[in-house]
Nanobody, 121 residues
Framework: RLVESGGGLVQSGGSLTLSCVAS????????IGWFRQAPGKEREGVSC????????IYSDAVKGRATVWTDNGGNTAYLTIRNLKPEDTAVYYC????????????????WGQGIQVTVSS
């Protein structure tokens, strides 16, 4: 089970950190992906971190503004996005999988329920 938290309303230019808590397992053997879906748009991959944290990927939309990490073998993954823009407004999801790391949703088997992030201009 994955549960996201940390969403909300943020002003443009601000930052936000999302958390993803996994239970009952620990995250060290899973790749964790972050996805988002804006109203009327397809879900898109934002970032992922491989098992053991030795590979991270960012989409072009957030590259240079985002950082993803886990708590080193614990059960929580994080995504920080800085310099938020109105186009970052979406429902954000974390997902876990063991089929490799990447931004394709098909790599992930378990999904959180999603959390709203709204960026005001």
């Amino acid at each position: 089970r994955l549960v996201e938290s940390g969403g909300g309303l943020v002003q443009s230019g601000g930052s936000l950190t999302l958390s993803c808590v996994a239970s009952p397992t620990r995250l060290e053997s899973w790749a964790i992906g972050w996805f988002r879906q804006a109203p009327g748009k397809e879900r898109e991959g934002v970032s992922c971190i491989s098992t053991l944290g030795n590979n991270v990927i960012y989409s072009d939309a957030v590259k240079g503004r985002a950082t993803v990490w886990t708590d080193n073998g614990g059960n929580t993954a994080y995504l920080t996005i800085r310099n938020l823009k109105p186009e970052d407004t979406a429902v954000y999801y974390c997902a876990a999988g063991r089929r490799g790391d990447g931004l394709e949703s098909s790599l992930y088997d378990y999904w959180g329920q999603g959390i709203q992030v709204t960026v005001s201009s």
